[in-house]
């Protein structure tokens, strides 16, 4: 999504009004593999380890240096370019996957369900899984089995030029009201007031409504989370924000690009971490960082979506132990490793809070804040078991909402009934 870099690894962020992770940068059409999963070499395991094809320079040989470094076997990447959600979805329902991968957010419920992918719980202590980002434990966990091991975080914030602001006599909002307002009183003859993207949000505000109105996808028993009044205001919100000629929409670049706010088309934009590089060059310390506001002063918190390639073991291996044994040593006991992928190839967050902490990226500034606020604010891109046909009747109902002006609360019904036979399906 990063302009000039290829697919990046936060590709994934871009998703629609929750869309669980189907724009994921990823793998070709052919494995390139004579063989399937597992086997030896010498008198150590084969192992095949599959990523997608990431933007960022040195990334493929950051990760071939890795595997070269582990003595326990011989483990061969896979680098792979093209539709890698899919292909690695399909290849897992034959012998020839690899033996480790990583997907997007951790593995799917079906996946799950179907036995396609090896339980991890034991490669963590109860410490150690406390050190790591809480929503992205979460949404590998499922009936308290831990099912990936997170390899890097990155989320969306919301970012504000400070001197616009202050001569425009706004403070940072609080609320969505005051984000509304602020919007409005930023909005000049040449400058809008706030960017969340070219469709006016709906790919990317489906969870931040939600969680600033107190509520999730889901409860905590799984069921659907959003049939509420609150939801009602929430959405009819981002209808109001679309109508209100302070939102910038048709921006040269998306919301995943910073360009629309370093050119200053926008005083506010909402955003990726990724862009706070290319936001610093343009303005120095003339920017801060927020979450989405909770929805008014008694309802709801603030918010940002949190995401990450979660490391997985495939069932079918004919090495898992091996396997697991690889991957607890990359991604947990590897710590100078984890800090390397997280900081040295673009701009991410450890998934790892102790890894935040030593991070020299972090200790300062917008960085810092948003570093804070993925623990203290942090919620999972979608819950894992928000499918994608969940996610599209999801993301249909925000598109109406937003650009046509549909009634939240009858879309929300309809949501809702698509959902709860989703959830009826997985449970059965």
């Not at 991968?101 to 719980?121: A, S």
């Not at 091991?149 to 001569?167: E, G, H, N």
């Not at 924000?241 to 910038?248: A, E, Y």
């Amino acid at each position: 999504m990063l302009v000039g870099s290829g697919v990046t690894r936060r590709k994934f962020l871009a998703v629609g009004g929750g869309l669980a992770a189907m724009a994921v940068a990823g793998c070709g059409s052919n494995t390139g593999r004579d063989t399937g999963s597992g086997g030896s070499s010498g008198d150590k395991p084969a192992l095949s380890q599959w990523y997608h094809q990431y933007g960022e320079a040195g990334t493929q040989q950051a990760v071939e240096r890795y595997a070269k470094e582990y003595a326990d076997a011989t483990v061969t990447v896979q680098w792979s370019p093209g539709d890698y959600d899919k292909k690695t979805a399909a290849t897992l329902l034959t012998d020839n996957g690899p033996d480790v991968f990583e997907y997007v957010n951790g593995p799917t419920i079906d996946m799950i369900k179907g036995g396609q992918v090896v339980d991890l719980t034991d490669l963590l202590d109860d410490a150690t899984k406390a050190d790591f980002t809480p929503s992205l434990i979460k949404r590998v966990t499922y009936q308290d089995k831990l099912y990936a091991i997170p390899q890097v975080t990155d989320m969306q914030l919301l970012v504000y030029r400070k001197s616009l602001l202050s001569a425009a006599g706004v403070q940072p909002p609080q609320t969505v009201d005051e984000l509304l307002a602020a919007a409005k009183k930023l909005t000049t003859d040449k400058v809008k007031g706030l960017f969340v993207g070219n469709d006016g949000g709906v790919g990317i505000l489906g969870g931040p409504a939600l969680w600033s109105a107190g509520l999730d996808y889901l409860t905590e028993d799984n069921q659907f989370g959003f049939d509420d009044p609150a939801a009602v205001e929430s959405l009819r919100k981002l209808r109001e924000l679309f109508t209100s000629k302070s939102l910038l929409l048709g921006a040269p670049t998306d919301w995943s690009d910073p360009s629309a706010f370093t050119q200053g088309l926008t005083a506010m934009q909402f955003t990726g971490l990724w862009t706070l590089p290319a936001i610093e060059k343009t303005y120095a310390a003339d920017f801060g960082v927020l979450p989405w506001p909770k929805l008014n002063a008694t309802t709801g918190a603030p918010s940002v979506p949190v995401g990450a390639y979660g490391s997985l073991v495939n069932a079918k291996s004919k090495n898992v132990d091996a396997a697991k044994k690889f991957v607890k040593w990359l991604w947990v006991d590897q710590t100078d490793k984890q800090l390397d992928w997280a900081q040295s190839y673009g701009f991410h967050i450890p998934a790892r809070k102790t890894l935040a902490a030593k991070a020299d990226k972090l200790k300062s500034g917008p960085a810092a804040d948003a570093a804070k606020f993925v623990n203290e604010n942090g919620h999972a891109q979608t819950p894992l078991l928000w499918s994608p046909k969940s996610s599209t009747a999801y993301s249909d109902a925000l598109n109406r909402i937003i650009r046509s002006g549909s009634d939240p609360a009858t879309e929300i019904k309809s949501v809702k009934s698509v959902v709860q036979a989703e959830l009826k399906r997985i449970a059965g």
